[in-house]
């Protein structure tokens, strides 16, 4: 950038600083010039500038603000470079109607994190989610990562009606079932504006080696689905039928984002990956922090060698 334009962005900088740090109104920021900035210059350089000038500023890491509105700003913030934002419907318990379906878990937010930061890995491919929950990192996934198409899966009817919802929330069209996602392999998201969409249901004990290979996915990813030694053993036997689905010739990659709550949990989850042959090793931490969730959770993504 040239030397006034230099200038220019350290001043806006600021003005976003100094107004995120005194918790000002969000409509009191300065939206209308980093939008002309963002057409003038390369656009995620300056919005990670922001981030480390706000919700990632030294001061906010130590005295966070309050999460609605650290919500509301980053939700401002993604918009302004592409339109994009995401809206779900959640329940605001932890457990509703039977299940922990129905609400957004840290996992799943550290996993949009760090498919967002690794577009490539999803970019013209199938993915096909494990225990999609209330949906987050796969309309993130979609809306940022350019995949070819989507499963987004569960087995409970009620987070599999909410799925359906949040996904129609966010603009995306949905194909009938899996048949119809299939119908068109030739896809291309170079010049598709989103990718091929469906929601299914898919129990892990019952499911058949037939039934997923008919996905026909290149990636299957799952996120904070390890929280009792049950789903663990059930998460391991699907691992293990997915493994023999072949796509041109190559198995999926795959991909488990868990929290660590209870260290037993998740030496029981290598330990029969180990059982079931499945080579495992942990994804490094990913740099940037960009959705508000608890500071002091450990979490951890396995990259799995089915």
């Not at 939008?35 to 990670?48: N, V």
């Amino acid at each position: 950038m040239a030397p006034e334009e230099i200038a220019e962005a350290a001043v806006l900088l600021q003005s976003f600083e100094r107004r995120f740090l005194a918790a000002r109104a969000l409509s009191s920021f300065p939206w209308q010039s980093l939008e002309e900035k963002l057409r003038d210059s390369s656009g995620p350089e300056l919005l990670l500038d922001i981030l480390q000038k706000t919700v990632k500023h030294p001061l906010c890491m130590k005295h966070p603000p309050s999460v609605k509105y650290a919500w509301s700003f980053l939700s401002e913030l993604i918009r302004k470079p592409s339109g994009v934002s995401i809206t779900l419907c959640e329940s605001t318990a932890i457990i509703s109607h039977g299940t922990t379906g129905l609400v957004t878990w840290n996992a799943a937010l550290y996993l949009a994190e760090w498919a967002m930061e690794n577009p490539a890995g999803f970019a013209h491919r199938t993915v096909l989610e494990l225990g999609s929950g209330a949906g987050l990192t796969g309309l993130a996934i979609c809306k940022m990562c350019r995949p070819r198409a989507y499963v987004f899966s569960d087995c409970h009817s009620r987070v599999l009606e909410q799925l359906q919802g949040n996904v129609l929330l966010n603009g995306l069209s949905l194909e009938p079932n899996v048949a119809a996602l299939a119908q068109h392999p030739e896809h291309d998201t170079a010049d598709a504006e989103s990718p091929r969409v469906t929601v299914a249901r898919v129990d892990w004990d019952v499911v058949t080696v037939p039934q997923l290979a008919a996905f026909q996915p290149d990636i299957v990813i799952a996120a904070d689905v390890l929280y009792c030694p049950e789903t663990v053993l059930s998460l391991v036997g699907v691992l293990q039928k997915l493994s023999a689905c072949q796509k041109d010739q190559r198995v999926p990659d795959a991909y488990v984002a868990f929290t660590i709550r209870n260290p037993e949990t998740r030496q029981l989850f290598t330990t029969e990956l180990g059982r079931a042959g499945i080579l495992w090793e942990e994804v490094p931490r990913h740099d940037q922090k960009l959705f508000p969730y608890e500071e002091h959770s450990e979490m951890a993504i396995l990259k799995l060698m089915l």
